[in-house]
């Protein structure tokens, strides 16, 4: 997984978020972006990344954010973000890119991005415990 790049200094980093991509042939990307308060955990090794979601926490803002989203009549938006959120548990290997935000000590920003989209070499699963949403990537 040497997109991570070098992951010896993650732990000098604040994360922010995290945005989940994937690419649809003939349609563009789709993609969904969580901010890392939903986060219990994320676990970022050279050959492996575990991010662990608080589906509470993740479902409290969905509900919110869809009463404003039916408000404004933004139903295209209503089914993107619920279509997004519903292939993070039931179709997570389908994402092609996780991009990991984060500010370092300077204030400055930028990103780890993981390439998920070559099967052959990238295992994905998506595992729901109890609160948790546990997605795993893993290099064969």
């Known amino acids: 997984m040497n997109q991570l790049l070098d992951v010896s200094n993650n732990k000098n980093v604040k994360f ?3 945005s989940f991509i994937d690419d649809i042939v003939g349609l563009g990307e789709k ?3 969580i901010d890392v308060k939903h ?3 994320l676990d ?3 050959h492996n990344v575990e991010l662990v979601i608080d589906r509470k926490s993740l479902n ?3 509900d919110e954010r869809n009463k404003v ?3 404004q009549e933004n139903y295209a938006e209503f089914d993107h973000m619920n279509s997004m959120l519903a292939m993070l548990e039931h179709d997570f290997f389908s994402i092609d890119r996780i991009k990991l935000f984060y500010r370092d ?3 400055l920003s930028g990103e780890y991005v993981i390439d998920t989209s070559d099967e052959d070499e990238i295992d994905m699963t998506s595992e729901v415990k109890n609160k948790e ?3 795993k990537v893993h290099s064969k």
């Open 31 to 33: 993609r969904i972006a």
């Open 16 to 18: 922010t978020g995290v």
């Open 105 to 107: 000590k300077d204030n």
């Open 39 to 41: 986060f219990y955990r």
């Open 69 to 71: 989203l039916l408000e």
């Open 133 to 135: 949403l546990r997605l």
């Open 60 to 62: 409290e803002y969905r």
């Open 44 to 46: 970022l090794e050279a």
